[in-house]
Each structure stands twice: as C-alpha cells, then as structure tokens.
C-alpha cells in the first residue's frame, strides 16, 4: 500500500522557472493537502482540496497553484520560483469527517526538498 | 483563527531521562488535538490524538499526552526516553466545529527538536 506518494524527493531550480510537485494518494482520501515546511516555522499550509474540482487557499498561497482533476492527484505548482521558496513541501491526505467527529489525521508523503537558485 | 505556540525548540536530552514538550493553543471552540513526529529523513507520522473523554491520552512507543482545557494545552510526555526518539515534534489543532472534507485542516505549532544522547 503506497499510501500518500510525492515526487521529485529534491529538486534544484533557477529563480523564474516553474515546476509542477505531484503528489499522489492511493487511499481514495477527499482531503488533500500542501504544506511548507521552514525552520522554526513548522508546518504551514499552502492549499488544500476538499474533492476533485474544489480547491482553496492556506495560509501561505502567494506564488502557488493547485488544480485537483481527480480524486488521487493533487499537484502543486510553482508558476516563477522565487529563493523564497526554497523548502521542504509536503502533501497529506485525510478521509472526510462528519460534524463533531474526528478529524484532522493526515498521512503524510516523504517531502520533496526544493531549492531555488 | 486558532493558532498553536510549542514553547522548546530544542531539547537535549540523555536516554532514560523524562521528557515533557509544552504545547499551548488558542481558539474560542472546542478541538481536537494532535502530536506528530517526524524521525530524520522521514516523513511526519501521527504520534497520539485526542478527540474526547480521558484528557490523558496514550499513543505509540511509551508517548502519552494530557490535555488540560483550563490551560488550552496539550503537553507530551515519555517517562524514559531512548536515542530512537531523537525526532521532531509537532503539535497541532484542528478545530472540532468544521465538517465534510474541510474538517480536517491543521494549524501546526513550529516543532520541537528533540536530541536523545547516548
């Protein structure tokens, strides 16, 4: 069971360039999510999506696009990559809650290192 | 919005020693509450949780956590600690009132990193 796959693992960009990060998820999850991670930040979140077709803004956005066609994939992308954007990205997944039930349990790809030039 | 505060950032500690990590949070509703772990090279892993019921909640390799409402905080602890549970610990909220597929938002604290000397 693959679970929640990301790739490249690292990646090395020029300031400008753009890139595509995939992320892939086996467990027919709805949640999906993108997060950055930075020292002594933690984890933020970029985007997320509830289900395929709907897409919504984090708490960091600025610089990134998501898309999400179908139920497994969840790519993120950087449009004109900035030395801001040097991190590790994660993607996680989640199963749907119901109200007052639990959530909030994510499972979490291995990361993909960027750094950009 | 809620946010999440872990008061060590780094924390060196010899095996068999106790650990407690502080997490205290705010937000005005109720919460579930989380601690992941990510070990070097890895990626994050859920530690332990807490939806409801007992405040004292155990989770995986010895770790337990106790949620104090009073205090908005959710604090970790491992009576003994091994060299294997150098890692970084993470605490996050998710606020218990969303529903559908965006319930499962996470507001992360910024992490503690852990050291286990032999």
């Known amino acids: 069971n693959a679970g929640v796959t990301q790739t490249p693992k690292f990646q090395v960009l020029k300031t400008g360039q753009s890139m595509t990060l995939q992320c892939a998820q086996d467990?027919?999850?709805?949640?999906m999510s993108w997060y950055r991670q930075d020292p002594g930040m933690g984890l933020r979140l970029i985007h997320y999506?509830?289900?395929?077709?709907?897409?919504d803004q984090g708490e960091v956005p600025n610089g990134y696009n998501v898309s999400r066609s179908t139920t497994e994939d969840f790519p993120l992308r950087l449009l004109s990559a900035a030395p801001s954007q040097t991190s590790v990205y994660f993607c996680?997944?989640?199963?749907?809650?119901?109200?007052?039930?639990?959530?909030?349990?994510?499972?979490f790809g291995a990361g993909t290192r960027l750094s950009v030039l | 919005a809620q946010s999440v505060s872990q008061h060590n950032h780094h924390v060196i500690l010899s095996e068999a020693a106790s650990l407690e990590l502080g997490c205290n949070y705010s937000?005005?509703?109720?919460?579930?509450l989380f601690w992941y772990v990510q070990y070097p090279g890895q990626h994050l892993q859920l530690l332990l949780k807490y939806f409801s019921g007992d405040p004292l909640v155990k989770g995986i390799k010895g770790f337990e956590a106790e949620f104090i409402k009073s205090k908005f905080s959710f604090n970790l602890r491992k009576p003994s600690v091994q060299w294997s549970d150098t890692a970084e610990y993470f605490c996050?909220?998710?606020?218990?009132?969303?529903?559908?597929?965006?319930?499962?938002?996470?507001?992360f604290g910024t992490g503690t990193q852990l050291k286990v000397e032999l």
């Open positions: 996050a909220v998710n606020p218990r009132l969303w529903v559908g597929g965006g319930g499962n938002k996470l507001t």
């Open positions: 937000y005005g509703g109720t919460v579930n």
């Open positions: 999506s509830v289900g395929a077709g709907i897409t």
């Open positions: 467990m027919n999850h709805e949640y």
């Open positions: 996680a997944s989640s199963p749907p809650r119901a109200r007052g039930g639990p959530g909030g349990i994510q499972y």
